[in-house]
């Protein structure tokens, strides 16, 4: 019965454990938040320990450092940011308005040409019923307006967990000071936790811990390079070929890119709808918008992924996209701090699972 009670003793543990992040998400915030700041910043300190200077002196160095570049950032850029995301909200109701004529007018002008090219009704199709293209703005401002609603909820419930202003006061000021300290004594507390691994299964949780830390840390440093390149190519890119607010939604699907394809497909939308608004009826912006985006899209797949990011982290993006969704929606903000990290490991655990699988006399067909 040794095994039988390992494994529900595991069990239990983790159903404690997500207990404990549902009914303490809120505070866990700040916490989660150092840890993952220490996590990502022990490999500087271990090359400036490796160079000769004091661990804690290295970690005063680089929290500082990184500290000084979150307030820059916090002072210089957000507020831009915001300011453009305001105006850009403002000019919402203009740019739909505007598309609904443009679809009303190459409805009309169009529709039974490309029906007849079609071999079909495409309004009927469409559910506008037949002969009825000046219908068309009906449905799209309908659709518009779910997007919006859905894209303002989604922002509205992460707001919700965790940008009141206790957590906000929370997070700057308990995140560095739990992320110095973790920093300091990391080397320390690995060791202990790995002296806390039974003796019978300590290189088998060696490897596994080896394997999920190359596979956080691999898609959590690349993925954020990516993230800032393509955010710096999408919007200094649109902004030169003369989009309005083409920096900020170039930026902010930059961010987006975390996900895999969710921010570039969120800059082409959004920004080939307004270089149609803005152009009309020349298309020309809307070919460099194609151009600039479709470039990023080369790049990312072909350049950055590959080099940065890597094959073997193992991290899909479709379980990405899961663990984000369903961990924001069980933990808010605080479950998309963790989101990842645990994708990573699942993801690790599940293939050394399989490894086992396929090994056992049970898939081998060789025991009773």
Not at 3 to 25: G, H, K, N, P, Y
Not at 121 to 142: M, R
Not at 174 to 201: N, Q, S
Not at 287 to 312: D, H, Y
Request: aromatic share 10%; net charge positive; proline share 4%.
């Amino acid at each position: 019965m040794r095994i039988e009670r390992q494994v529900a003793f595991w069990l239990a543990a983790l159903l404690v454990t997500v207990l404990l992040l549902w009914l303490l998400s809120s505070v866990l915030m700040p916490f989660v938040a150092g840890m993952a700041l220490a996590y990502l910043l022990n490999p500087v300190a271990n090359r400036l320990q490796r160079m000769g200077i004091n661990r804690l002196v290295a970690c005063i160095v680089i929290l500082g450092v990184a500290v000084v570049l979150f307030f820059v950032l916090l002072v210089a850029v957000v507020p831009l940011l915001v300011t453009q995301l305001s105006h850009l909200a403002d000019n919402v109701p203009g740019y739909i308005t505007r598309f609904q004529e443009l679809a009303r007018t190459l409805a009309a002008e169009q529709g039974d040409t490309l029906s007849k090219w079609l071999g079909i009704d495409i309004f009927e199709k469409l559910g506008l019923g037949e002969g009825k293209p000046t219908d068309v703005a009906g449905p799209l401002g309908n659709l518009v307006g779910k997007g919006m609603s859905w894209l303002s909820g989604l922002v509205g419930s992460i707001i919700s967990g965790g940008s009141t202003l206790i957590g906000l006061a929370s997070l700057l000021v308990i995140t560095p000071v739990v992320a110095f300290y973790m920093l300091v004594d990391w080397e320390r507390m690995m060791r202990t936790l790995d002296g806390l691994v039974p003796v019978e299964h300590r290189e088998t949780v060696r490897r596994l811990a080896h394997e999920i830390d190359r596979a956080i840390g691999g898609f959590l440093r690349g993925q954020s390079l990516v993230c800032l390149f393509l955010g710096a190519w999408y919007g200094f890119g649109l902004l030169l070929i003369g989009l309005n607010f083409g920096f900020v939604i170039g930026l902010t699907g930059g961010l987006l890119s975390f996900i895999p394809f969710v921010g570039s497909l969120a800059v082409l939308v959004i920004s080939s709808i307004l270089a149609i608004v803005q152009g009309w009826p020349s298309l020309w912006l809307l070919v460099m918008v194609l151009a600039v985006v479709g470039t990023g899209q080369f790049l990312e797949g072909n350049v950055l992924t590959p080099r940065l990011v890597g094959a073997s982290v193992g991290v899909h993006p479709v379980w990405l996209m899961f663990a984000l969704l369903a961990f924001g929606s069980l933990f808010g903000f605080t479950g998309l701090l963790v989101a990842v990290p645990l994708a990573a490991a699942i993801g690790v655990l599940i293939r050394f699972g399989i490894e086992r699988y396929r090994e056992s006399a049970l898939y081998r067909g060789t025991g009773a």
